[in-house]
Structure formats: structure tokens, C-alpha cells
């Protein structure tokens, strides 16, 4: 009865809590370019997203074109905070010990930040070389291709992968790739971004906000047949 042969995690606000301390430098960076935007638009505008969909956004939205010299602002300042601040989700190394099946990570950030993160954490070791970027493809999230990147480059067929996400654009780009979707709402980022009824109202698998049930989660279901 049990059809997963993988499990997808994305990275920012699922494997690290990074999320408050990315939305906190985007804003500095644009606030200084001229750009004034409150934290709760923030999160709805951006969280999940590639930072070239991003800065496609602020342009568009506010005239404000986001040329190289602000995204290596961005990516040093937040680098530096990262490397002071920045923790793992509670509870995932014990989950990823538990896992009985392989899993991958599947980002929006470009390959060095995502590895950035997880060295940081202490998970790097435990993923390296499944990481799979959105600059690997054509479309970020919600776009469904980074996930099909991912299973096709896992051997493994949509159908059979479970996708932990924690933002409204990967949730979107899961259900398009065909795949099954748990909605995580632990991250402290979690009330700021209003996750748990913004997951609810797409209809994944499952809305959860301790990483630590995830594997009881994945055995419950395949138990009731629910991933048959």
C-alpha cells in the first residue's frame, strides 16, 4: 500500500529556520533602494519564491529594478546573518534518521546558499549530492518544474514522492508536479506568515508543525492506504 520511494524537503523554513532572517534583509536591501514594504506583504509576495521571481515582482509592483550590486548585498548580509543565526527546524535530524526511504532537498535558493544553510545546521552531509536548485530549471515554484527536476534526477515517478513544503508557491508547484504535498507550519516564521490557513486552503495531505511526526505521518497514511 505504500507508494512514496521519496520524500522532497524544501529547504528555507522546513530544514532550517531561515525564513524571518531572509525576509529581514530582502526588506533592508529594498527599504534602502527606495522600497518600503511591511513584513506581512512580504511573506505573502515572496516566501517560497526564487529571488529572480522575486526581483520580477518589485519591479513590476514598484518600479524598483534589482540590478547585481543589490543582490550581492543581499547575499553577503544574509550570509553573515546566517552563519551567526541561523538553526535546523526542531526535531529534523531525528526525523531524517528515521526515514526509511531516500530524500532529497528542492530549493528555490541558488545551490551555494542552500548549502550554505545546511553546512551551518549541521545537515549538509546528509543530503550532499541530492540538492537540487531552481536555477537548475526554466520555472521556479509554483511552477512544478523543480520537483520533476528532482524525481527524474532521483529515478523515481511524480506520483511516488512526497513533497514537505512550507510556503504557498511550493505547496502550488507540488500539486502541479503531480506529487503529494505535507504542508509544515513549525518554522518560526509560521503566525508572521499566516501559514496554517494559507495551507489549509490549498487541500494538501496533510498541514503538521512538529517535524518529529513526520515519519509516524508518512507510515499512517501508507498504512490506510491513503498513498496507495
Known amino acids: 500500500m505504500d507508494s512514496i520511494h521519496l520524500v522532497i524537503f524544501d529547504c528555507d523554513g522546513v530544514l532550517v529556520d531561515s525564513e524571518p532572517i531572509a525576509i529581514a534583509v530582502l526588506l533592508e536591501i529594498i527599504r534602502e533602494a527606495g522600497v518600503v514594504l511591511g513584513e506581512e506583504e512580504a511573506y505573502r509576495r515572496f516566501l517560497g519564491r526564487s529571488m529572480v521571481s522575486i526581483s520580477k515582482d518589485i519591479e513590476a509592483e514598484f518600479g524598483l529594478i534589482v540590478t547585481d550590486d543589490h543582490l550581492t548585498a543581499i547575499r553577503l548580509r544574509l550570509y553573515e546573518e546566517f552563519r551567526r543565526d541561523l538553526r535546523p527546524i526542531p526535531g529534523i535530524a531525528e526525523t531524517l534518521s528515521k526515514l526509511d526511504r531516500p530524500y532529497c532537498v528542492a530549493s528555490s535558493s541558488q545551490p551555494e546558499r542552500i548549502r550554505l544553510s545546511l553546512d551551518v545546521t549541521g545537515l549538509l552531509d546528509r543530503f550532499e549530492p541530492w540538492i537540487y536548485s531552481s536555477t537548475m530549471v526554466r520555472k521556479g515554484k509554483p511552477a512544478p518544474d523543480l520537483f520533476l527536476h528532482a524525481a527524474r534526477s532521483m529515478g523515481v515517478q511524480p506520483a511516488s514522492c512526497l ?12 500539486q502541479r508536479a503531480g506529487m503529494h504535498v505535507f504542508a509544515f507550519t513549525g518554522g518560526s516564521h509560521a503566525v508572521a506568515g499566516d501559514l496554517v490557513r494559507k495551507a ?3 487541500k494538501p495531505d496533510r498541514v503538521f508543525d512538529d517535524m518529529r511526526a513526520l515519519p509516524g505521518l508518512i507510515e499512517g ?4 492506504g491513503n498513498m496507495a
Open 200 to 202: 489549509a486552503e490549498l
Open 163 to 174: 513533497v514537505v513544503e512550507d510556503s504557498v508557491a511550493g505547496i502550488q508547484a507540488a
Open 221 to 224: 497514511m501508507a498504512k490506510a
